[in-house]
């Protein structure tokens, strides 16, 4: 079972970015994912989830509207679409994955390495 996250990278404000979640080892069919991310010196907060097993999904109020999460089940990846960047979006950005209802609880067992999202002029 493994999660790649990529995507990430150095953008102005304003700007987007596509965040990319390759999931190898299981099918995202019953399974929950999210996207957290934390910054330097903050604690790790959930920015996005969805339950593809019970068609939940979740945005964090600071990013509704900017942000959107997307599926592609031929690939088993998940994206994070992020427009509109602000500053305050910098961060280490991780996805992860598990059982449960809904999409905003804890059990999430199986998470990607971090990719870092810079917003910066």
């Known amino acids: 079972v493994q999660l790649q996250a990529s995507g990430g990278g150095l953008v102005q404000p304003g700007g987007s970015l596509r965040l990319s979640c390759e999931v190898s080892?299981?099918?995202?069919?019953?399974?929950?994912v999210g996207w957290f991310r934390q910054a330097p010196g903050k604690q790790r907060e959930g920015v996005a989830c969805?339950?593809?097993?019970?068609?939940?999904?979740g945005y964090a109020t600071s990013v509704k509207g900017r942000f959107a999460m997307s599926r592609d089940k031929s690939k088993n990846t998940v994206y994070l679409q992020m427009n509109s960047l602000k500053r305050e979006d910098t961060a280490v950005y991780y996805c992860?994955?598990?059982?449960?209802?809904?999409?905003?609880?804890?059990?999430?067992?199986?998470w990607g390495q971090g990719t870092q999202v810079t917003v910066s002029s």
């Open positions: 992860a994955a598990g059982r449960m209802f809904g999409c905003w609880g804890a059990e999430y067992d199986y």
């Open positions: 080892g299981f099918s995202l069919d019953t399974y929950a």
């Open positions: 969805e339950n593809y097993g019970d068609a939940t999904t």
